[in-house]
Nanobody
Framework: QLRLVESGGGLVQPGESLRLSCGTS????????VGWFRQAPGKEREAVSC????????NYADSVKGRFTISRDSANNTVNLQMDNLIPEDTAVYYC????????????????????WGPGTQVTVSS
């Protein structure tokens, strides 16, 4: 069974940065689009960013555009999310998820076609 694992979360002050990583062993993420999601207390899960299976196309929620950068590292079989200039509103549990095969990010987000999820990593932005 494929398992994704997120890492890199933590407690930071506003304006600081974190780099999240999503990885797995025994399987490759390269043939699949991968998305980052977050869920804050009392709120629904929302899509934060997504990267195409070949890494050429990326998508971002309006709330994080210009601050977050998603990337693929095929050599290490990871998808990373660089989060800069963090604000308290970014506080949430962050999850990575692998889309179903041959599914683009927009389609996967629209249809909810993410079949494999990691357990999440906590990001807290507070002074």
């Amino acid at each position: 069974q494929l398992r994704l694992v997120e890492s890199g979360g933590g407690l930071v002050q506003p304006g600081e940065s974190l780099r999240l990583s999503c990885g797995t062993s025994g399987h490759t993420l390269d043939p699949y689009a991968v998305g980052w999601f977050r869920q804050a207390p009392g709120k629904e899960r929302e899509a934060v960013s997504c990267i195409s299976r070949d890494g050429t196309v990326t998508n971002y929620a309006d709330s994080v555009k210009g601050r977050f950068t998603i990337s693929r590292d095929s050599a290490n079989n990871t998808v990373n999310l660089q989060m800069d200039n963090l604000i308290p509103e970014d506080t949430a549990v962050y999850y990575c998820a692998r889309a179903v095969l041959k599914t683009s990010c927009p389609r996967a987000i629209l249809e909810g076609s993410f079949g494999t999820w990691g357990p999440g990593t906590q990001v807290t932005v507070s002074s």
